[in-house]
Protein backbone atom coordinates (compact mmCIF):
# COMPACT_ATOMS: atom_id res chain seq x y z
CA UNK A 1 0.00 0.00 0.00
CA UNK A 2 1.09 3.85 0.08
CA UNK A 3 0.70 6.42 2.97
CA UNK A 4 1.28 9.98 2.02
CA UNK A 5 1.24 12.53 4.76
CA UNK A 6 1.69 16.02 4.43
CA UNK A 7 0.59 18.93 6.64
CA UNK A 8 -3.11 20.06 6.11
CA UNK A 9 -2.74 23.91 6.07
CA UNK A 10 -0.16 26.26 6.79
CA UNK A 11 -0.03 30.65 6.04
CA UNK A 12 3.15 32.51 5.17
CA UNK A 13 3.79 36.40 4.54
CA UNK A 14 3.93 37.96 1.03
CA UNK A 15 7.92 37.74 0.47
CA UNK A 16 8.81 35.04 2.71
CA UNK A 17 9.45 31.35 2.51
CA UNK A 18 8.01 28.59 2.98
CA UNK A 19 8.69 24.76 3.05
CA UNK A 20 6.02 22.48 2.70
CA UNK A 21 6.88 18.75 3.77
CA UNK A 22 5.85 15.37 2.51
CA UNK A 23 6.65 11.97 3.61
CA UNK A 24 6.02 8.88 1.85
CA UNK A 25 5.82 5.37 1.53
CA UNK A 26 5.11 3.12 -1.36
CA UNK A 27 5.13 0.23 -2.77
CA UNK A 28 8.16 0.26 -4.97
CA UNK A 29 9.69 3.94 -6.20
CA UNK A 30 9.80 5.52 -9.89
CA UNK A 31 9.93 9.61 -8.50
CA UNK A 32 7.94 12.09 -6.96
CA UNK A 33 5.80 14.68 -8.21
CA UNK A 34 4.72 17.89 -7.05
CA UNK A 35 1.44 19.65 -8.16
CA UNK A 36 -0.11 23.05 -7.38
CA UNK A 37 -4.27 23.44 -7.75
CA UNK A 38 -5.89 26.93 -7.06
CA UNK A 39 -9.69 26.90 -5.58
CA UNK A 40 -12.11 25.61 -8.33
CA UNK A 41 -9.46 24.84 -10.48
CA UNK A 42 -7.40 21.75 -12.22
CA UNK A 43 -3.45 20.20 -10.47
CA UNK A 44 -0.67 21.58 -12.82
CA UNK A 45 2.55 20.07 -12.81
CA UNK A 46 5.04 21.90 -10.83
CA UNK A 47 8.35 19.87 -10.85
CA UNK A 48 9.84 16.20 -10.47
CA UNK A 49 12.21 14.52 -8.54
CA UNK A 50 13.86 11.05 -9.19
CA UNK A 51 17.14 11.91 -7.42
CA UNK A 52 18.18 12.54 -4.31
CA UNK A 53 19.04 16.62 -4.00
CA UNK A 54 17.34 19.98 -4.79
CA UNK A 55 15.84 20.65 -7.80
CA UNK A 56 15.33 24.53 -8.50
CA UNK A 57 12.75 26.37 -10.95
CA UNK A 58 12.46 29.81 -10.65
CA UNK A 59 11.05 30.59 -7.20
CA UNK A 60 9.93 27.11 -6.59
CA UNK A 61 12.57 24.33 -5.51
CA UNK A 62 11.59 20.49 -4.68
CA UNK A 63 13.89 18.69 -2.36
CA UNK A 64 14.04 14.44 -2.46
CA UNK A 65 15.64 11.96 -0.27
CA UNK A 66 14.66 8.57 -1.26
CA UNK A 67 16.12 6.65 1.98
CA UNK A 68 13.93 8.99 4.34
CA UNK A 69 10.97 8.76 2.12
CA UNK A 70 11.22 12.80 2.18
CA UNK A 71 10.41 15.24 0.09
CA UNK A 72 9.60 18.89 0.56
CA UNK A 73 8.93 21.98 -1.73
CA UNK A 74 10.08 25.40 -1.55
CA UNK A 75 8.81 28.70 -2.10
CA UNK A 76 10.42 32.26 -2.19
CA UNK A 77 9.69 35.24 -2.15
CA UNK A 78 5.84 34.48 -1.55
CA UNK A 79 3.48 36.13 -3.60
CA UNK A 80 -0.48 36.42 -3.11
CA UNK A 81 -1.08 34.13 -5.96
CA UNK A 82 0.78 31.46 -4.34
CA UNK A 83 -2.21 30.49 -2.15
CA UNK A 84 -3.06 27.44 -3.34
CA UNK A 85 -3.50 23.93 -2.22
CA UNK A 86 0.38 21.67 -2.97
CA UNK A 87 0.03 18.38 -3.55
CA UNK A 88 2.69 15.80 -3.03
CA UNK A 89 2.52 12.89 -5.97
CA UNK A 90 4.79 9.78 -5.45
CA UNK A 91 5.11 7.19 -8.56
CA UNK A 92 4.83 3.70 -7.34
CA UNK A 93 6.93 0.85 -8.84
CA UNK A 94 5.51 -0.97 -11.67
CA UNK A 95 2.57 1.10 -12.78
CA UNK A 96 2.92 4.15 -14.32
CA UNK A 97 0.07 6.17 -12.03
CA UNK A 98 0.62 9.11 -9.50
CA UNK A 99 -1.13 9.09 -6.22
CA UNK A 100 -2.23 12.03 -4.92
CA UNK A 101 -1.74 13.15 -0.84
CA UNK A 102 -4.51 15.71 0.29
CA UNK A 103 -2.52 18.34 -0.05
CA UNK A 104 -1.25 21.57 2.13
CA UNK A 105 -3.53 24.17 1.61
CA UNK A 106 -1.27 27.11 1.43
CA UNK A 107 -2.23 30.87 2.67
CA UNK A 108 -0.27 33.92 1.85
CA UNK A 109 -1.24 36.94 3.48
CA UNK A 110 0.28 40.91 2.74
CA UNK B 1 -2.17 25.11 -26.95
CA UNK B 2 -2.48 21.57 -26.15
CA UNK B 3 -4.43 20.67 -23.20
CA UNK B 4 -6.75 17.57 -22.14
CA UNK B 5 -10.37 18.33 -22.81
CA UNK B 6 -13.41 17.12 -20.54
CA UNK B 7 -17.29 17.45 -20.91
CA UNK B 8 -19.56 18.72 -19.48
CA UNK B 9 -18.24 20.72 -17.51
CA UNK B 10 -21.13 21.00 -14.80
CA UNK B 11 -23.81 18.46 -14.52
CA UNK B 12 -26.41 18.17 -11.84
CA UNK B 13 -28.61 15.58 -12.18
CA UNK B 14 -31.28 13.50 -9.77
CA UNK B 15 -30.34 10.55 -8.00
CA UNK B 16 -30.50 7.29 -10.05
CA UNK B 17 -29.77 8.91 -13.25
CA UNK B 18 -26.83 7.49 -15.83
CA UNK B 19 -23.92 10.25 -16.08
CA UNK B 20 -21.37 9.90 -18.79
CA UNK B 21 -18.10 11.96 -18.80
CA UNK B 22 -16.53 12.35 -21.88
CA UNK B 23 -12.20 13.31 -22.12
CA UNK B 24 -10.09 13.84 -24.93
CA UNK B 25 -6.56 13.47 -23.70
CA UNK B 26 -3.70 15.41 -25.14
CA UNK B 27 -3.17 13.93 -28.80
CA UNK B 28 -0.14 11.35 -28.79
CA UNK B 29 -0.56 10.43 -25.03
CA UNK B 30 -0.66 7.06 -24.69
CA UNK B 31 -1.97 7.31 -20.83
CA UNK B 32 -5.26 8.41 -19.06
CA UNK B 33 -6.46 8.17 -15.95
CA UNK B 34 -9.28 9.22 -14.16
CA UNK B 35 -9.44 11.07 -10.47
CA UNK B 36 -12.42 11.87 -8.07
CA UNK B 37 -11.96 14.78 -6.22
CA UNK B 38 -13.77 15.54 -3.05
CA UNK B 39 -13.27 17.63 0.42
CA UNK B 40 -13.25 15.18 2.33
CA UNK B 41 -10.93 12.07 0.53
CA UNK B 42 -8.83 14.27 -1.94
CA UNK B 43 -7.70 13.30 -5.31
CA UNK B 44 -8.39 9.30 -5.40
CA UNK B 45 -7.56 7.08 -8.63
CA UNK B 46 -10.61 5.55 -10.32
CA UNK B 47 -8.82 4.32 -13.30
CA UNK B 48 -5.81 4.01 -15.36
CA UNK B 49 -5.39 2.95 -19.10
CA UNK B 50 -1.93 2.76 -20.99
CA UNK B 51 -2.59 2.45 -24.92
CA UNK B 52 -6.72 2.14 -24.74
CA UNK B 53 -5.98 -1.14 -22.41
CA UNK B 54 -7.46 -0.87 -18.53
CA UNK B 55 -4.43 -0.92 -16.37
CA UNK B 56 -6.00 -0.58 -12.83
CA UNK B 57 -9.44 0.07 -12.16
CA UNK B 58 -9.37 -0.84 -8.46
CA UNK B 59 -10.33 2.37 -6.88
CA UNK B 60 -13.23 2.32 -8.90
CA UNK B 61 -17.02 1.09 -7.63
CA UNK B 62 -17.72 -1.50 -9.53
CA UNK B 63 -21.27 -1.56 -9.28
CA UNK B 64 -22.08 1.47 -10.91
CA UNK B 65 -18.84 3.26 -12.27
CA UNK B 66 -17.27 2.19 -15.50
CA UNK B 67 -14.43 3.54 -17.41
CA UNK B 68 -13.99 2.85 -20.82
CA UNK B 69 -11.57 3.78 -24.46
CA UNK B 70 -13.47 3.65 -27.39
CA UNK B 71 -10.64 5.14 -28.70
CA UNK B 72 -7.66 7.06 -28.71
CA UNK B 73 -8.93 10.31 -28.43
CA UNK B 74 -11.79 9.46 -26.02
CA UNK B 75 -12.01 7.90 -23.06
CA UNK B 76 -15.56 7.98 -21.01
CA UNK B 77 -16.52 7.28 -17.15
CA UNK B 78 -20.55 6.54 -16.53
CA UNK B 79 -21.47 6.38 -13.29
CA UNK B 80 -25.60 4.77 -13.56
CA UNK B 81 -27.09 4.77 -11.18
CA UNK B 82 -26.09 7.69 -9.59
CA UNK B 83 -26.19 8.75 -5.88
CA UNK B 84 -25.94 11.70 -3.96
CA UNK B 85 -22.34 10.49 -2.44
CA UNK B 86 -21.06 10.71 -5.95
CA UNK B 87 -21.31 13.95 -6.02
CA UNK B 88 -17.48 15.26 -6.64
CA UNK B 89 -14.82 16.87 -9.65
CA UNK B 90 -14.09 14.42 -11.80
CA UNK B 91 -10.82 14.64 -13.51
CA UNK B 92 -9.29 12.91 -16.45
CA UNK B 93 -5.63 13.40 -17.40
CA UNK B 94 -3.29 11.92 -19.50
CA UNK B 95 0.34 11.54 -20.14
CA UNK B 96 3.19 9.56 -22.42
CA UNK B 97 4.66 6.71 -20.53
CA UNK B 98 7.97 6.75 -21.43
CA UNK B 99 8.83 10.39 -21.48
CA UNK B 100 11.31 12.25 -19.42
CA UNK B 101 9.30 12.48 -16.06
CA UNK B 102 6.25 11.04 -16.91
CA UNK B 103 4.37 14.28 -16.49
CA UNK B 104 0.55 13.72 -16.35
CA UNK B 105 -1.52 16.61 -17.25
CA UNK B 106 -5.11 17.25 -16.02
CA UNK B 107 -8.39 18.51 -17.50
CA UNK B 108 -10.64 21.23 -16.02
CA UNK B 109 -13.07 18.56 -14.58
CA UNK B 110 -16.33 17.50 -14.55
CA UNK B 111 -17.98 19.10 -11.75
CA UNK B 112 -20.98 17.00 -10.60
CA UNK B 113 -23.79 17.36 -8.64
CA UNK B 114 -26.65 14.22 -7.66
CA UNK B 115 -29.60 15.61 -5.97
Known amino acids: GQNIDQPTEMTATEGAIVQINCTYQTSGFNGLFWYQQHAGEAPTFLSY????GLEEKGRFSSFLSRSKGYSYLLLKELQMKDSASYLC???????????FGAGTRLAVHP | DARVTQTPRHKVTEMGQEVTMRCQPI?????VFWYRQTMMQGLELLAYFRNRAPLDDSGMPKDRFSAEMPDATLATLKIQPSEPRDSAVYFC?????????????FGEGSWLTVV
Open chain 2, 27 to 31: LGHNT
Open chain 1, 49 to 52: NVLD
Open chain 2, 93 to 105: ASGLYGSSGNTIY
Open chain 1, 89 to 99: APKPGGYNKLI
